[in-house]
């Protein structure tokens, strides 16, 4: 086991670890509005990965021009997709939104690229889609159970709903930057072109939404963190991680981000489900390891998580 595969291995935990921390994060600021959090850490974290590659995206802007139709795809889908996740985490909780989000993007992507590319469902993801279906509908269901939901949101099913669309982005986002990928494009240049014109059609959002970032400190201080740690230099390790290890092994790593978000959400903000959800919880975190974890059957490589963004070539 050499050291870089180890730096690699803590690259991929920390971009997890952060990653989890976003919906707790984001309640030290209740006066700012979910669609104003999700601008400010998407858009701003966004446009400084294009800045990174910025020199890459310069070079290749004649085969970005052609494959236009996949960047703004894309770039919308990466604009949709903080505004959905932040939204389901305000109005169902940070354990809920969270893991509705993160375990339905592996089903989702599968229905894309089935729709898509024609690309048959297996076996796997029929038995993961069962059991990530069951999960979601144990935790609606959790709502009305006689011990009560203390979640810190309003509406888990609206919160669900909204969860389901931030799957879907963030799987759509996902399929179109491997496609410019296959086509010839860099990661690099791919993710940073994405996320950069994403983060654009954000700041429209962030300008309307975003004054009372400016009222406290405190305020001000999640923005920044939410755009620079999770955003920025979470996507910055991962992709060091991600050309250090195998992408099966990085795709099973990243189950420590519903972990970390839902053990934060207890300690930090006191949220309770009871035990209807969390079984619901456990269920949907089955599911993504049925997904991402590398097929047993010897010989044949592991698949690569069509749930897991395809990430910038940074090193």
Do not use: H
């Not at 400084?48 to 970005?64: D, T």
């Not at 985490?89 to 509705?100: I, S, Y």
């Not at 959790?142 to 939901?149: F, H, K, V």
């Amino acid at each position: 086991m050499t050291q870089g595969y180890l730096l690699g291995v803590a690259g991929i935990l920390f971009a997890a670890f952060v990653w989890g921390t976003t919906g707790t994060a984001a309640t030290f600021a209740p006066e700012v509005s979910a669609a104003a959090i999700g601008a400010a850490a998407m858009g701003l974290g966004g446009i400084a990965q294009a800045l990174v590659a910025f020199r890459g995206i310069w070079r290749a802007r004649a085969l970005l021009t052609q494959q236009r139709r996949l960047l703004v795809i894309g770039a919308v889908a990466v604009a949709i997709y903080p505004l959905a996740f932040y939204g389901s985490m305000r109005l169902a909780g940070v354990t809920v939104g969270t893991v509705v989000t993160i375990g339905s993007a592996p089903l989702l992507a599968a229905v894309i690229e089935y729709l898509l590319d024609r690309t048959g469902l297996t076996w796997r993801w029929g038995i993961g889609a069962l059991i990530g279906a069951t999960g979601m509908t144990l935790i609606c269901l959790a709502e009305t159970a006689p011990e009560g939901l203390q979640v810190g949101g309003t509406s888990v099913p609206l919160g669900v709903a909204l969860g389901l669309i931030g799957g879907l982005t963030y799987a759509l986002y996902s399929w179109s930057a491997r496609r410019m990928m296959l086509r010839g494009t860099r990661s690099s240049v791919a993710m940073g072109a994405t996320f950069g014109l994403g983060g654009l059609l954000l700041m429209p959002v962030l300008i309307a939404t975003g004054a009372p970032f400016l009222a406290s400190w405190n305020n001000a201080a999640v923005g920044l963190y939410m755009a620079g740690v999770p955003m920025f230099l979470g996507y910055l390790c991962f992709g060091y991680g991600l050309a250090r290890v195998q992408a099966s092994m990085a795709t099973t790593l990243t189950l420590l981000e519903p972990v970390v978000a839902a053990v934060l959400a207890v300690i930090l903000i006191g949220e309770r489900l009871p035990a209807i959800g969390w079984s619901g919880v456990a269920l949907v975190v089955a599911c993504l390891a049925i997904l991402t974890m590398p097929c047993p059957r010897a010989g044949r490589p592991a698949p690569k998580s069509a749930a897991t963004p395809p990430q910038p070539d940074l090193t």
